[in-house]
Structure formats: structure tokens, C-alpha cells
């Protein structure tokens, strides 16, 4: 049964900071963020709450799929932390949209949107929704040390949504979670308790990158052959790959194992950088916006984030 895409959107942040505009701020160059990551340029929020990038991605998809709010019955955000720890951004963005479903976040870092798939296409599977609204949205500029070029650099804000309908569009599913707090992390809040006697972390990204990057490309290679396995379809009759945009030479490392060409790569890290869980929606809901899909067309998606969490799946339009 599962679901079929039927609305796309996405919102980021007013401001484009590139990366010569972040050589004012670090020790940093345009030819070493280029060279190293693919990243040019990325949005950062001045004022911009997640709630209202959220709601802008939720509002355009609902929009796009024909539907009204009134008509969702589950909204799931993808997100680490909403700009509360209670309530949810879910709920917030149930109310803004004016729904009356139950609505919940997942963490699953960069894997989020994927996560999401899974457990929306557990509700159809078992006849509790017909129509389910997913938004991933990340503020990963609250979460960098402006101070440490080896990661500052590499993010950006954004949201995505998609709203999805009873279908067959689902041809195979994986995630998996690997726990580990060494590689990637963001320490959580120590609070002031004069009873803890801990030492207070600053909540800023932390990462092993050429961990996380053989992690990443090895991970990629893995699900995505997985998941075409599963679905009996080979690499040539897949239109389009969003693979999670950390790095371009993480993405091209797998593509070339993979044998996919680059026609069939959906690639925005230029512009956006990382987006964490919003970066495969993003770009799903721009190959919407310039039809660039058409109906009956494969689409595979592969994430891999802190958790360690990877996730891939194969979607006919
Ligand atoms: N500008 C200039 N120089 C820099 C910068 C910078 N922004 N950052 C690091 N350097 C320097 C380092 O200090 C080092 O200098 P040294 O040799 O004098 O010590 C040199 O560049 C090389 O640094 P490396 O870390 O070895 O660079 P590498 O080629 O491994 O690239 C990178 C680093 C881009 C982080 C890469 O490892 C990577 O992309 N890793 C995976 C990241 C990833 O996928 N993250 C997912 C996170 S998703 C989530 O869930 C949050």
C-alpha cells in the first residue's frame, strides 16, 4: 500500500553567506571550502525561526498537493532540536497550519527525512492515515563554533516538506543506527543544577571529519545497493539520485562505485551546504518545482548522519 508524493516545498533562511564572505569571519579561503567540500555559498538565519522556515516549506507543499490542512492526518517533523526543547516544532507547525492531527518530532540527525518515510509508510501500511505531512527543517548556524573553520563552514539552514497520500510509490525502505557518540556529535544542554557537578559543554558540532566521511561513502554504496536490490531495479532505470549533500567528494566517491552518471545526481550543496535533514527535500521539492519528474519515474534517496543513522529508499513517482 504505503504512499505516493503528492506536494513538495522548501524554505531557507533571506541571507546567502558564501564562503568569501565567511573568510572575513575565520582563517578560510573560497578555493579550500570549494576544493574540499563542493560548498559556495549557504543560507544563515538573522531572525528567521525555525517555526517560520517550517511552516513556509509545510504551506507550499500542502498548497502543491491539492489538499487542505484539515485534510493531514499525522504531521512528523525531522528535526535535532526545535527552537523549543517543549513543545515540539510539530505541534507549532500543526497549529500555524491550522490541522488538528497528532503531530511529533524524530532525531535522526541527517537522516530524518528518510526516517520519517519509514515510519509514515508504517501508518498507511497500517490503514491509520491517508494523508501524512513530513516537514525537515535544521538551524544548524545555532549549533556551529563560528570559531572553528573545520565545521563552520560546512553548514547551512533550510526546511523541506512533503505531504504524502495512500499510493504504491514505495519500492524499498532501509534505515539502520549504529550508536556512537566519538564521531559526530552536539553535546546536549548541561543546565545549571547545583547538584549535577558536571562539566559544562558548549552545543556545538563536534566531528571526526575523515571518520565520517569513509563512514559516509561506505554507508552510501551499502543502502543504496540495498534498496535497488530490494526493489529488483538496476542503476540504469533510476532517473534521479538525492543523495544527503555533505560533501561533494563523498557523493562522487560513492557515485563512481555505484556506476551512476552524473545526469542522475541531484546536487545543491553548492548553494545550500549542509542542511542536515532538510537537504533531500530540499531538493526533491526544487526537481518537483521544475518538473524535472514525471510520473512513473525512480527516484533513490540515501542520507547517513549522527547517530550514527543512514537510511536509503527507492520511490516511483
Ligand atoms: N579552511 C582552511 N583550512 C582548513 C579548513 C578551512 N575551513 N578546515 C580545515 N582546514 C585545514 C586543517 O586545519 C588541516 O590543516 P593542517 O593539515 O595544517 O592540519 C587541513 O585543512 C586538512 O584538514 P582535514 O580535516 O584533513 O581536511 P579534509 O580533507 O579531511 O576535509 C572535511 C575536512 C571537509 C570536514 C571532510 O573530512 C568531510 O567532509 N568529512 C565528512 C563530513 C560529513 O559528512 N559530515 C556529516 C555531518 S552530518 C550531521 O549529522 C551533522
Not at 510509490?169 to 550508536?179: C, D, E, H, M
Not at 566521511?213 to 538525492?242: E, P, Q, Y
Not at 561533494?248 to 560513492?254: E, H, K, V, Y
Request: hydrophobic residues 45%.
Amino acid at each position: 500500500m504505503s504512499f505516493k508524493i503528492i506536494g513538495t516545498g522548501m524554505a531557507h533562511p533571506a541571507l546567502a553567506v558564501t564562503n568569501s564572505d565567511l573568510s572575513k569571519y575565520v582563517d578560510t579561503s573560497d578555493e579550500w571550502i570549494s576544493s574540499r567540500t563542493g560548498i559556495k555559498s549557504r543560507f544563515i538565519s538573522t531572525g528567521e525561526s525555525m517555526l517560520d522556515l517550517s511552516v513556509s516549506a509545510a504551506k507550499t507543499a500542502v498548497c502543491n498537493s491539492g489538499l487542505d490542512a484539515g485534510d493531514l492526518d499525522l504531521i512528523i517533523c525531522t528535526t535535532m532540536q526545535g527552537d523549543y526543547v517543549t513543545p515540539s516544532l510539530a505541534c507549532l507547525i500543526q497549529r500555524e497550519l491550522g490541522a488538528a492531527c497528532p503531530a511529533f518530532d524524530i532525531n535522526a540527525a541527517c537522516s530524518g527525512f528518510i526516517f520519517a518515510l519509514d515510519v509514515a509508510a508504517a501508518y498507511f501500511d497500517a490503514g491509520r492515515a491517508e494523508n501524512i505531512l513530513i516537514v525537515s527543517v535544521e538551524m544548524m548556524s545555532k549549533y556551529l563554533d563560528w570559531n572553528d573553520r573545520a565545521t563552520c563552514v560546512l553548514f547551512g539552514d533550510g526546511a523541506g516538506a512533503a505531504v504524502l497520500a495512500k499510493g504504491a510509490g514505495l519500492r524499498a525502505i532501509k534505515i539502520t543506527a549504529k550508536g556512537d557518540d566519538e564521531l559526530l556529535f552536539i553535546p546536549g544542554n548541561t543546565g545549571n543544577s547545583p547538584f549535577a557537578g558536571k562539566e559544562h559543554k558548549e552545543q556545538y558540532v563536534h566531528m571526526t571529519g575523515s571518520e565520517v566521511f569513509k563512514f559516509a561513502v561506505s554507508a552510501m554504496i551499502r543502502d543504496i545497493t540495498d534498496v535497488l536490490a530490494a526493489a529488483g531495479i538496476g542503476t540504469d532505470k533510476v532517473k534521479k539520485v538525492i543523495p544527503h549533500q555533505a560533501n561533494l567528494r563523498i557523493i562522487r566517491s560513492a557515485a563512481e562505485k555505484l556506476n551512476l552518471r552524473d545526469d542522475q545526481l541531484v546536487l545543491g550543496i553548492d548553494r545550500y551546504g549542509n542542511t542536515s535533514s532538510a537537504s533531500i527535500p530540499i531538493l526533491l521539492s526544487e526537481l518537483f518545482e521544475t518538473r524535472e519528474l514525471e510520473s512513473g519515474d525512480i527516484v533513490v534517496l540515501s542520507a547517513f548522519g549522527g547517530g550514527l543513522t543512514t537510511g536509503a529508499c527507492v520511490i516511483e513517482i
